[in-house]
Nanobody, 123 residues
Framework: VQLQASGGGLVQAGGSLRLSCAAS??????YGWFRQAPGKGLEFVAAISSGSYYTYVADPVKGRFTISRDNAKDTVNLQMNKLKPEDTAVYYC???????????????????WGQGTQLTVSS
C-alpha cells in the first residue's frame, strides 16, 4: 500500500478534524485530496506541490480547509475547520510523481490512491 489515509470520523457541524495521508514508498511530487459523497461523483478538495510552493483548494472548502505536507515524514494533512453536513463524504488521498499545476484538480492527474476515510458531519 503506497498511501494510507487516516483521521476520519464523526463530528458535529462547526467542528474540526484533521486527515492525514502517509506515503509508504518513494516521496511523491504532488499530493491531493478528493471526496465522494453518497450518490455523487468524485470531487476535488485540495492539492499541494513539493515544497508546498503551490496549493489549490476547491471553492466549497476555501477558507475552511488547509492542506499541508511534511516532506521529512512523507505525509500530507488536511485540516478541516467549520465543518458542514455537506462535507460528509469518503475522503481519498492521492499522489503523483508529476506536478501538473492547475490540472492537479483532476483525478486523472494522480496515479496513486489511498483507500479512503469516512467523514460524517452531523447537523
Amino acid at each position: 500500500v503506497q498511501l494510507q489515509a487516516s483521521g476520519g470520523g464523526l463530528v458535529q457541524a462547526g467542528g474540526s478534524l484533521r486527515l492525514s495521508c502517509a506515503a509508504s514508498r518513494r516521496p511523491f511530487r504532488t499530493y491531493g485530496w478528493f471526496r465522494q459523497a453518497p450518490g455523487k461523483g468524485l470531487e476535488f478538495v485540495a492539492a499541494i506541490s513539493s515544497g508546498s510552493y503551490y496549493t489549490y483548494v476547491a471553492d466549497p472548502v476555501k477558507g475552511r480547509f488547509t492542506i499541508s505536507r511534511d516532506n521529512a515524514k512523507d505525509t500530507v494533512n488536511l485540516q478541516m475547520n467549520k465543518l458542514k453536513p455537506e462535507d460528509t463524504a469518503v475522503y481519498y488521498c492521492a499522489a503523483d510523481e508529476i506536478f501538473r499545476g492547475t490540472s492537479s484538480s483532476a483525478p486523472s492527474s494522480f496515479g496513486s490512491w489511498g483507500q479512503g476515510t469516512q467523514l460524517t458531519v452531523s447537523s
